[in-house]
């Protein structure tokens, strides 16, 4: 006749706290007003890739990421970057890049004819940079339209 072995009710090993997986409540999350509609703008822009990391830049950078300087996203920042995602017409067949500055922005590179374009949404300002037609200022973060219609006209 078999004999079970009776069942453990205790682990062997415990997880340290920062790596057990989050309690129920922590895994719910409410979407925004206008949120689907910027997940869509996301897709058609910056396709899988760019969507993927910006979710990955929200829920896993947090202030002193890389070598204790990174901030998290700013809210700023985000903000003027999906108003330029929507204004920007990228060249046909162009997705840009999308990276998290130290300084908690947002960085789109891709590039035309060649040469680099990269335009970063800091807490309190833009960076625009074309190599093709030297352009290498700041603006306000407001003027986001000025910088969508110089460099994705």
Known sequence: M?????A???CAYRLAENL?????PDRLAHAEPGSAAREELLLAKLGPRGWGRLH???RFYSPGWGEGR???LSPRATEAFFSFLAAARFP???QPSLFL?????LELAWEENGEAVQVAFQPGRLELYRK??????????????????HLCP
């Open 8 to 10: 453990y009710t205790q």
């Open 101 to 105: 500055t130290d300084e908690g922005g």
């Open 70 to 72: 990174g901030r998290s």
């Open 20 to 24: 057990q997986p989050p309690s129920e």
């Open 132 to 149: 093709g037609d030297g352009t290498d200022r700041e603006l306000p973060l407001q003027r986001w339209d000025e910088a969508a219609q």
């Open 2 to 6: 078999p004999v079970l072995a009776p």
């Open 92 to 94: 046909e067949g162009v």
């Open 56 to 58: 990955h830049f929200r």
